[in-house]
């Protein structure tokens, strides 16, 4: 369907800018307060993998080439 591909290629991108965002804090030393509570550098590492592995995921899934969408064909063992 259309609106799936495009609605998991929105996903992908706004995780990709998520993404971004988390590395530009990092080399640019911006912090993040919320209330008295200060978020370190470290759960910036996690967001990036996290979001950088939920961009690439969403993408391939978008994707009609991409391996998770063939089918293999079955061995004739």
């Known amino acids: 369907m259309k609106s799936q591909t495009t ?4 996903a992908s991108v706004i995780f ?6 988390h590395i530009l804090r990092l080399i ?3 912090q993040i307060v919320v209330g008295s509570y200060y978020f370190g550098r470290g ?3 996690v967001a ?3 979001s950088g592995f939920l961009c690439v995921w969403l993408w391939k ?7 998770s969408t063939k089918a293999t064909p079955a061995s004739n063992s």
């Open 28 to 30: 640019r030393g911006f």
């Open 43 to 45: 759960l910036s590492l």
């Open 16 to 21: 990709g800018l998520v993404c971004l965002v």
């Open 7 to 10: 609605g998991l290629k929105v």
């Open 61 to 67: 899934l978008a994707c009609p080439g991409s391996s």
């Open 48 to 50: 990036i993998i996290v």
